[in-house]
């Protein structure tokens, strides 16, 4: 089982519609999280960032952890085609740690 | 405020030889961490440097060596590069004492083919 686990998709939308992107990991140890945007050929885009468990939101990103289920999720509302791109989970253990990364979930939002 | 910078942008070398990618962090950030991105992949964690040192190293071989700079900047060396060394290479900084708040930032990357 690898360490963290995401549906590389592609998940196809069309513009407006709400997308639920999800990573599910192994190590109950982790405590920080976070989504990263991945254009084609760049470097990844900082989303969303949470510290153990909860709710964040930022504009039209909200993002969640459970962690008594390993599970975290991003959603996106009023989805736009310029959101179309790789999104990649991302998590570590404690303060200062490199990150583990999912594969990423490939999305398009189609106008 | 300038972020993380990488040069060069793309190189392609054959099998054997040796490369040097570098970076520049984010204004302010004292950490570097590099990545090594397959095509399709999500990022590998290769080492991170702070204080000039190595502190964490992922599962790469000694053939991946770094150094930073008194300037928080910071160089990966590849040695004997093998075809499955193509990948794009990416710099992470961050900075190590900032609350809770433990944020990584991306350069562009560096997308190396061997050929």
């Known amino acids: 089982q690898k360490e963290v686990e995401q549906d590389p998709g592609p998940l196809s939308v069309p513009e407006g519609a709400i997308v639920s992107l999800n990573c599910t990991y192994s190590n109950s140890a982790f405590q920080y999280f976070m989504w990263y945007r991945q254009y084609s050929r760049k470097g990844p885009e900082l989303l969303m960032y949470?510290?153990?468990?909860g709710n964040k939101e930022d504009g039209r990103f909200t993002a969640q952890v459970d962690k008594s289920s390993k599970y975290i999720s991003l959603f996106i509302r009023d989805s736009q085609p310029s959101d179309s791109a790789t999104y990649l989970c991302a998590m570590g253990q404690y303060y200062g740690q490199n990150f583990v990364f999912g594969p990423g979930t490939r999305l398009s939002v189609l106008p | 405020d300038a972020g993380v910078t990488q040069s060069p942008t793309h190189l392609i070398k054959t099998r054997g030889q040796q490369v040097t990618l570098r970076c520049s962090p984010k204004?302010?950030?004292?950490?570097v961490s590099w990545y090594q991105q397959a095509l399709g992949q999500g990022p590998q964690f290769i080492f991170q440097?702070?204080?000039?040192?190595?502190?964490q190293r992922g599962n790469f071989p000694d053939r991946f060596s770094g150094h930073q700079f008194p300037n928080y900047s910071s160089e990966l060396n590849v040695n004997a590069l093998l075809l499955g060394d193509s990948a794009l290479y990416l710099c992470?900084?961050?900075?190590?004492?900032?609350?809770?708040?433990?944020?990584?930032?991306f350069g562009p990357g560096t997308r190396l083919t061997v050929t």
């Open positions: 949470t510290y153990s468990s």
């Open positions: 992470a900084s961050s900075l190590v004492f900032s609350g809770d708040s433990y944020e990584q930032y």
């Open positions: 204004s302010g950030h004292d950490t």
């Open positions: 440097y702070y204080e000039e040192e190595e502190r």
